[in-house]
């Protein structure tokens, strides 16, 4: 009896077991125990259920963009009313603290949206209005931008500048004259053209570039050009909010005709079309941009090529950038690590534990490689003064200028994680799908 008695609590204790591993894997699990005992779980989402999650995500992370960037710009008021040192470093902490909003919502690019699909939603028509025709997402976070045709146009001006003069002089040829020449370059507008001016040039320390720019207070004080600098700071910055209201509003809930996510993205019969940019969008994100062109530098060795390069705070954008694809995928939505502000069906879901794969475990590797940990960056959601071992603790500028630094295998790994095996991985969960 007691051998019975112990194979029955034996059975019981691993049914028991099993079960409590399925349960605790929640929206986003991989279902790895499952996959272990070599059983399969059915997808716990459909179609239509994820698509709408990911319209939910789209207009809470823009929306909490946009309110970042108003309180960045009620830091900026208070600055450029009164331009002293504690002020600056108070609007410099506000766009950190922007910065990390608006990355988490660059997973969503390349899918043909609202931020930049063929039909552009962003402008500068004059008054209180931002509304156009235009790329918002050229207007909201171009790169790379040559700091030398802002400071030429702040020189030029005679009078206060509006946004709409600004925003007209974006890809200007005119003032690539005289600088790198690259019209691409010619960025007026948008979260980098406010970092310039808020840091100023990354140039310190005989070039050795150890922190990040040095502007001081006084370069916003006084008449003449200081006056123009506040002018400009503050107009991009209204601008700012206006484009990502722009984009928030196209995949607003609230509202039942007439966007992008009632006529084009949950349009009944478009289900399939839509996941299928959903899926293109990420790899080619994944590709093309967060382990792409963010990562250009660890082949040039230029710290030209350091995405946020004036403040030095470009940790922050692979890592926050790993963090919208995470959100995406497990339909958490979340801008500290492991606090979710909402919580619904992911592409995760979509998929059978067969056939999730490591996809979830993959994000969370390329995103904790950032560690978020330097002295300009203490107001950062994920700030952090201690490191875990293999994370990237270095400077990302240091880094990439010195091949021989000991974290230059970081970058390399991290690179090839992102846009070789993970992009890979998320494109054969696409074809499971039928897509």
């Given at each position: 009896?007691?051998n019975?008695?112990?194979?029955?609590?034996?059975?019981?204790?691993?049914?028991?077991?099993?079960?409590?591993?399925?349960?605790?894997?929640?929206?986003?699990s991989?279902n790895?125990a499952?996959a272990?005992?070599?059983?399969d779980i059915?997808?716990?989402?459909?179609k239509?259920?994820?698509?709408?999650?990911?319209a939910?995500?789209?207009?809470e992370?823009y929306?909490?963009?946009?309110?970042?960037?108003?309180?960045?710009?009620?830091?900026?008021?208070?600055?450029?009313?009164?331009?002293?040192e504690?002020?600056l470093t108070?609007?410099?902490?506000?766009?950190?603290?922007?910065r990390s909003?608006?990355?988490?919502?660059?997973?969503?690019r390349f899918?043909?949206?609202p931020?930049?699909?063929?039909t552009g939603?962003?402008?500068a028509?004059?008054?209180s209005?931002?509304?156009?025709?235009?790329?918002c997402e050229g207007?909201?976070?171009?790169?790379?931008?040559?700091e030398?045709?802002i400071?030429?146009?702040?020189s030029?001006?005679?009078?206060?500048?509006?946004f709409?003069n600004i925003y007209?002089?974006?890809g200007?040829?005119?003032?690539?004259?005289?600088?790198e020449?690259?019209?691409?370059k010619?960025?007026?507008?948008?979260?980098?053209?406010?970092?310039?001016?808020?840091?100023?040039?990354?140039?310190?320390?005989s070039?050795?570039?150890t922190v990040?720019g040095?502007?001081?207070a006084?370069?916003?004080?006084?008449?003449?050009?200081?006056?123009y600098r506040?002018?400009?700071?503050l107009?991009?910055?209204q601008?700012?909010?206006?484009?990502l209201?722009?984009?928030?509003?196209?995949w607003?809930?609230?509202?039942?005709?007439?966007t992008y996510?009632?006529?084009t993205?949950?349009?009944?019969?478009?289900?399939?079309?839509?996941?299928?940019?959903v899926f293109?969008?990420?790899?080619?994100?994944?590709?093309?941009?967060?382990?792409?062109d963010?990562l250009s530098?660890?082949?040039?060795e230029?710290?030209?090529d350091e995405?946020?390069?004036?403040s030095?705070?470009?940790k922050?954008d692979?890592?926050?950038?790993?963090?919208?694809v995470y959100n995406?995928?497990?339909?958490?939505?979340?801008?500290?690590?492991?606090?979710?502000?909402?919580?619904?069906?992911?592409l995760?879901n979509l998929?059978?534990?067969?056939?999730q794969?490591?996809?979830?475990?993959?994000i969370?590797s390329?995103?904790d490689t950032?560690?978020?940990?330097?002295?300009?960056?203490?107001t950062?959601p994920?700030?952090?003064?201690?490191?875990p071992?293999?994370?990237?603790?270095?400077?990302y500028d240091?880094?990439?200028?010195?091949?021989?630094?000991?974290?230059h295998?970081?970058?390399?790994?991290?690179g090839?994680?992102?846009?070789?095996?993970?992009a890979?991985?998320?494109?054969?969960a696409?074809?499971?799908l039928?897509?």
């Open positions: 009896m007691r019975i008695h112990t194979k029955i609590f034996s059975i019981l204790f691993s049914i028991t077991l099993f079960g409590s591993l399925i349960s605790c894997g929640g929206p986003g991989d790895s499952a272990l005992l070599g059983l059915p997808a716990s989402a459909t239509t259920e994820a698509l709408t999650r990911y939910d995500l789209a207009y992370s929306n909490q963009a946009a309110t970042d960037a108003t309180s960045l710009l009620t830091a900026l008021t208070t600055f450029t009313t009164t331009p002293n504690t002020n108070a609007a410099r902490n506000a766009w950190v603290v922007a909003s608006y990355l988490v919502t660059e997973a969503f899918s043909d949206g931020i930049d699909g063929t939603h962003c402008g028509p004059g008054g209005v931002y509304s156009g025709t235009d790329d207007a909201i976070n171009a790169w790379p931008l040559d030398v045709v400071d030429n146009y702040i030029s001006l005679s009078s206060t500048p509006t709409a007209a002089k974006n200007d040829s005119t003032l690539a004259s005289g600088s020449g690259d019209t691409e010619v960025v007026m507008t948008g979260y980098h053209a406010i970092e310039y001016l808020l840091w100023g040039q990354d140039n310190t320390n070039g050795d570039n990040p040095q502007r001081p006084t370069d916003f004080s006084g008449s003449g050009i200081p006056s506040r002018a400009y700071i107009a991009v910055t601008g700012l909010i206006g484009h209201q722009q984009v928030r509003d196209q607003d809930p609230a509202v039942t005709s007439g996510r009632t006529d993205f949950l349009t009944s019969g478009n289900t399939d079309t839509s996941l299928g940019l293109t969008g990420l790899t080619s994100f994944m590709v093309q941009e967060w382990g792409g963010r530098g660890v082949d040039s230029l710290q030209e995405h946020s390069c004036f030095d705070t470009t922050a692979f890592y926050y950038d790993a963090q919208g995406i995928w497990t339909g958490n939505y979340s801008i500290k690590k492991g606090v979710n502000i909402s919580t619904g069906a992911g995760v998929l059978s534990s067969k056939n794969g490591s996809v979830t475990s993959q969370e390329a995103r950032f560690c978020i940990n330097l002295d300009d960056e203490t950062d994920n700030y952090t003064a201690s490191c071992g293999g994370s990237l603790s270095h400077r240091q880094v990439i200028m010195h091949p021989a630094d000991s974290q295998s970081v970058l390399e790994n991290v090839l994680l992102i846009n070789t095996t993970l890979q991985n998320v494109v054969r696409k074809n499971v039928g897509l």
